[in-house]
């Protein structure tokens, strides 16, 4: 009797990752990884990939469906235009993440030469265009908006400003020859974020157009199977298994890091909360879902900066000499592919993921701090996401799925909090050993039942 199965397949920059579920029931399989075919064609690794994991599955498979998310060639690549910094730049840039893109710029105030000159360099994919909020400021968005027309940029825009001229904008750069779509403002209200609009606009532009010019592959199967870029894979499944399949049967609350050879990502998923009495918010309004990317924290080609950023911990951690310690991130970084051959590189291996974890872990959570008021005396500030009473905490990514002790490792990136830091405190620790949340964030993509069933079997509840 032969099995029929869904390809859900992840082309990563170096390896393609491809697993087979069952159609019916969502259980896993098989999985097989190939090298990643940039300089040919990435379905020739796909292609190895796919029988690998035919052989594997043990019994006769008719792949009845095919599923990819993709961040080869670069990812979804996005700049993010706004008029301030921890405001409208800032809700941008959080629309773009939670799309699964790397953020390659950020550009805030009235644009300058200086910052046209960036923003061509970068190259992005597409140019998240913000400011304003709705009924506010006009003048200084106009102003960009004509000084990005001039440029001709051939990245997509998406005008994503202040709703009483993002119409004018669109059309001014349109007028020049530039791709402009509008779309909902990501910063409607000085308190307000709404970022779908903006997210869901970016994942279609894509699937529509960029995935197929990144000259990955020239065949029309690439093109069919490619749904979203990894990251939001990811953060699909985050979402998913929090809330369940119709917003029922969710483990509730979580937190997902994904450690890489060049950024660390962090996934959250959570209710909202009211601040309590006594404690005033600052910044932007928190996500219930939300996606941070660490790029300068990776395990191979971002070695030397995990290194230069936890320098006194891990040489304390290592006991060996600076020059030493330079030496071997050296070595991961010229050779990313690189595999711990011994337990003492293992061991090294496994201060860099931690140095990794802390940081991004760090980053990603909120912060509380006093301030002195005159008059007033002290008061308490909170900025970005209080996760200290989140339940569970999932590590994925080579090292983590890899290493034996990657629980460890994530659990000491926890303990190593900083004073005032929002992070988990006494939350328990899943390793997605499988490597299963990307392949089940496609899944969601069509069948959100049978990707629930994947994880649930796969990851083991605490």
């Not at 009483?164 to 750069?173: C, E, G, N």
């Amino acid at each position: 009797m032969t099995l029929e199965v869904v390809a859900l397949a992840d082309f990563g920059s170096t390896f393609t990752k491809l697993t087979l579920v069952e159609a019916a029931t969502g259980r896993r399989v098989a999985s097989a990884a190939s090298p990643t075919t940039v300089a040919s064609d990435v379905m020739e690794g796909y292609a190895t990939a796919l029988e690998a994991a035919l052989g594997e599955a043990g019994e006769p498979c008719n792949v009845v469906d095919r599923l990819a998310a993709s961040s080869a060639g670069g990812g979804l690549r996005v700049a993010a235009i706004g008029l301030v910094d921890d405001y409208t730049a800032a809700a941008a840039r959080q629309a773009a993440l939670n799309a699964g893109a790397k953020v390659e710029l950020v550009l805030t105030g009235q644009l300058q030469q200086d910052d046209l000159a960036a923003l061509g360099e970068a190259r992005p994919d597409i140019v998240l265009f913000s400011g304003g909020t709705d009924g506010g400021q006009s003048r200084h968005i106009l102003a960009n908006a004509d000084a990005l027309a001039e440029t001709q940029i051939t990245a997509h825009v998406l005008v994503a400003c202040n709703c009483d001229v993002a119409p004018t904008v669109a059309a001014r750069l349109e007028a020049r020859g530039v791709s402009a779509l509008p779309v909902a403002n990501v910063l409607p209200a000085i308190d307000q974020l709404d970022i779908e609009p903006a997210r869901a606009a970016m994942r279609e532009l894509f699937i529509e157009h960029v995935i197929m010019g990144k000259g990955l592959s020239e065949t029309q199967e690439f093109g069919r199977a490619v749904v979203m870029p990894t990251p939001e894979a990811v953060l699909v499944a985050t979402q998913l298994l929090s809330k369940g399949p119709g917003g029922k049967g969710g483990w509730g609350d979580l937190l997902v890091a994904d450690i890489g050879g060049a950024t660390t990502d962090v996934h959250s998923s959570i209710r909202l909360h009211r601040l309590p009495i006594g404690i005033t918010p600052k910044g932007l309004p928190p996500l219930p879902l939300a996606r941070s990317v660490q790029g300068d924290l990776g395990m191979r080609w971002n070695a030397p900066t995990v290194l230069e950023a936890d320098t006194t911990w891990i040489a304390g951690q290592a006991g060996e000499s600076a020059e030493r310690l330079e030496q071997r991130c050296r070595e991961r970084r010229e050779a990313p592919d690189y595999l711990a051959a011994t337990r003492d590189e293992a061991a090294f291996d496994r201060l860099l993921a931690v140095s990794c974890l802390t940081h991004a872990l760090g980053r990603h959570c909120g912060r509380i701090s006093t301030v002195y008021v005159p008059g007033q005396g002290a008061r308490f500030v909170q900025e970005g996401l209080d996760l200290r009473a989140l339940p569970t905490v999932i590590g994925t990514g080579g090292m983590l799925v890899r290493d034996e002790k990657g629980a460890h490792s994530l659990e000491l990136a926890l303990e190593r909090r900083e004073k005032g830091s929002l992070i988990p405190d006494g939350a328990s620790i899943v390793i997605d050993t499988s490597y299963i949340l990307a392949a089940a964030g496609l899944l969601a993509s069509r069948h959100p039942d049978l990707a629930f069933h994947l994880m649930t079997s796969e990851l083991t509840h605490p």
